[in-house]
T-cell receptor, first 115, second 115 residues
Framework: AQTVTQSQPEMSVQEAETVTLSCTYD???????LFWYKQPPSRQMILVIR??????QNATENRFSVNFQKAAKSFSLKISDSQLGDAAMYFC????????????FGTGTRLKVLA | DTGVSQDPRHKITKRGQNVTFRCDPI?????LYWYRQTLGQGPEFLTY????????KSRLLSDRFSAERPKGSFSTLEIQRTEQGDSAMYLC?????????????FGQGTRLTVV
């Protein structure tokens, strides 16, 4: 069964600095998708960034980028120039398009941004 | 379209009572998911619909839980004979497409408290 592990329950970063959130996963599939979702306090989860496993190039969305290491089954999120609005829970998620079509989430990392 | 809508936002019920939650997905989305999220944990998969067909149910979904999606539109999640362990945030998400290239949109959730 696929699993997703986020080993950092909480991280802090100074405003304008860079922070990296870690995620590892386990799967025997070769084609899949990985996501980072952001859940602000009392608000719904929103997609931050998405990576397709067959693409070697790391995805980038403005200040957010990933380091996707397929062989190591690692998928970290880098947030550059951190802003106060980045404070939230961040969830790493795995999606298998050939199997059950469900998202498997990690336990999350709470990111605090210090002014 | 204002996104995925869930009702109610909060529900407090006495142990042993039945509760029903509603999810209105984004109108053109044919796939709908229910997840449960407890404090400090990531969302756990409960069930998944493609149009009106319920394609998968988690083993977490005991016989007290039932979900429907009549006519492939809104969905309901009912919990019978609630227990204190059912206290959680219940999240609904919807998406379109058959692979992971389309994102899942989440509602704000229904927070259930069983007293």
């Amino acid at each position: 069964a696929q699993t997703v592990t986020q080993s950092q329950p909480e991280m802090s970063v100074q405003e304008a600095e860079t922070v990296t959130l870690s995620c590892t996963y386990d799967t025997s599939e070769s084609d899949y998708y990985l996501f980072w979702y952001k859940q602000p306090p009392s608000r719904q989860m929103i997609l931050v960034i998405r990576q397709e496993a067959y693409k070697q190039q790391n995805a980038t969305e403005n200040r957010f980028s990933v380091n996707f290491q397929k062989a190591a089954k690692s998928f970290s999120l880098k947030i550059s120039d951190s802003q106060l609005g980045d404070a939230a829970m961040y969830f790493c998620a795995y999606f298998d398009p050939s199997g059950t079509y469900k998202y498997i989430f990690g336990t999350g990392t709470r990111l605090k941004v210090l002014a | 379209d204002t996104g995925v809508s869930q009702d109610p936002r909060h529900k407090i019920t006495k142990r042993g009572q039945n509760v029903t939650f509603r999810c209105d997905p984004i109108s053109e989305h044919n796939r709908l998911y229910w997840y449960r999220q407890t404090l400090g944990q990531g969302p756990e998969f409960l069930t998944y619909f493609q149009n009106e067909a319920q394609l998968e149910k988690s083993r977490l979904l005991s016989d007290r839980f039932s979900a429907e999606r009549p006519k492939g539109s809104f969905s309901t999640l009912e919990i019978q004979r609630t227990e204190q362990g059912d206290s959680a945030m219940y999240l609904c998400a919807s998406r379109t497409g058959t692979d992971g290239s389309t994102e899942a949109f989440f509602g704000q959730g229904t927070r259930l408290t069983v007293v």
